[in-house]
């Protein structure tokens, strides 16, 4: 079982009560998920924000699946977007999907994309103990 340190008493608090390290037990399988976009099958990015965002999560939940774990597995979340505003929509759906727990997550503005229109990447690690 993961488990999440949160030091806020320490070192201060993360917007949104993020931890601040995630402890994986001996033994544990690693699953390093790249960095999931906003594209749909068909190849299309939709021009909402919070729908790539959506897509994004809805992806890496299927990497996840394929490795027999869940979101509860996630040790750590990276987030890249164009715009900070952008966030909101990743910290609106981010409970959805993470429930309780609640990893470390690193949020980066970055310049654009490779691909036209995206403007979210979402990547994860995750681990668990069978």
Known sequence: MLKVHTLND???A????????????PGARLLFCNGQVGCRMDGTVPDDVGEQAEI???RIAAILEAGRMGFQDVVKI??????PKHLDYYYRLRPRYMHEHNPPAVLLTV???PRPGVQIEIEVVAAKAD
């Open 111 to 113: 310049g654009p994309f």
């Open 56 to 58: 994004a999560f809805e």
């Open 78 to 83: 990276t987030v890249y977007v164009t715009d």
């Open 14 to 25: 993360h917007r949104e009560g993020a931890g601040h390290a995630t402890e994986v037990p």
């Open 10 to 12: 320490r070192i201060g």
